[in-house]
């Protein structure tokens, strides 16, 4: 099976696009990924608007809520992945 991989695995989800396209994408992803039975971590990084939050050289300038969204992001998603490592070598998951 392909999707074997993805058991009890974690999984975070970063966006874009308008005020909420990016994030309602996401949330369908949500259901997608519960079904390859994935842990997804409740926080996400969202981009609005991208096309218009660039500098001159045309690099993202993502600001300071994007930074620390994207850390707790990060932080989150090693918990997950440790805590779920050290699950399945104490007991396999079975799906």
């Known amino acids: 099976l392909h999707s074997a991989h993805w058991r009890a695995k974690p999984v975070a989800f970063v966006s874009y696009g308008g005020r909420s396209g990016g994030l309602r994408a996401v949330e369908h992803l949500r259901a997608v990924f519960a079904e390859l039975h994935t842990v997804t971590v409740r926080d996400t990084v969202s981009f609005h608007d991208p096309w218009t939050a ?42």
């Open 54 to 95: 660039r500098d001159d050289t045309g690099a993202l300038q993502a600001g300071e809520g994007a930074e620390l969204a994207a850390k707790t992001l990060l932080d989150q998603l090693v918990w997950w992945a440790e805590a779920l490592r050290a699950a399945r070598a104490t007991r396999p998951y079975v799906a």
